[in-house]
């Protein structure tokens, strides 16, 4: 079965300091990985996913297969990236989520 | 375009009693997703429609939970009867294919 972990509750950092939340899964076959955000009295949105490559908000993450991870980085934080962030595996058409992580940038 | 709406937006209930959520997703997608989210933790998927065809609802505890998707486009979600447990948010989604799902704000309830 499917499983998504993310060890950390909540990652406090300060404005400007690089900011890395982990994630690390376990499934047996080709995963798809996404990271979902929710910033406060917002709804759930995606963030970016492993296949696009791309940087959304300066945000990057990279699928290591053999360490099974994707964790989320950013170099520099910023105060608006405070927010809670959850990883996400799809098999088939169906998400997994992690328990997720609220990160909160500090002046 | 419009989001993913759902009501009611907060829901309050005494246990052993029915609730009914409504969700009307994005026009034109096909995929309608009901998650449950409790506190602490991440959403869980409860049933996947395609169109007006269930396509997986292997983690909806079918003993009080029922979902229908009448005309494959608005869904609702029932509990009967609703336990301490069922306290939660929530989530609907709703995705054009099977790709990026779009959430709507979601429905907090809690059963006391």
């Known amino acids: 079965a499917q499983r998504v972990t993310q060890p950390e509750k909540l990652l406090s950092v300060f404005k400007g300091a690089p900011v890395e939340l982990k994630c690390n899964y376990s499934?047996?076959?080709?995963?798809?990985l996404f990271w979902y955000v929710q910033y406060s009295r917002q709804r759930l949105q995606l963030l970016l996913r492993h296949i696009s490559r791309e940087s959304i908000k300066g945000f990057t993450a990279d699928l290591n297969k053999g360490e099974t991870s994707f964790h989320l980085k950013k170099p520099f934080a910023q105060e608006e990236d405070s927010a809670m962030y959850y990883c996400a595996l799809r098999t088939a058409s169906k998400l997994t989520f992690g328990t997720g992580t609220r990160l909160q940038v500090t002046l | 375009e419009a989001g993913v709406a759902q009501s009611p937006r907060y829901k309050i209930i005494e246990k052993r009693q029915s609730v009914a959520f409504w969700c009307n997703p994005i026009s034109g997608h096909a995929t309608l997703y009901w998650y449950q989210q409790i506190l602490g933790q991440g959403p869980k998927l409860l049933i996947q429609f395609q169109n007006n065809g269930v396509v997986d609802d292997s983690q909806l505890p079918k003993d009080r939970f029922s979902a229908e998707r009448l005309k494959g486009v608005d869904s609702t979600l029932k509990i009967q009867p609703a336990k301490l447990e069922d306290s939660a948010v929530y989530l609907c989604?709703?995705?054009?294919?099977?790709?990026?799902?779009?959430f709507g704000p979601g429905t907090r309830l809690l059963v006391l």
């Open positions: 989604a709703s995705s054009p294919t099977t790709e990026t799902q779009y």
């Open positions: 499934y047996s076959g080709s995963p798809e």
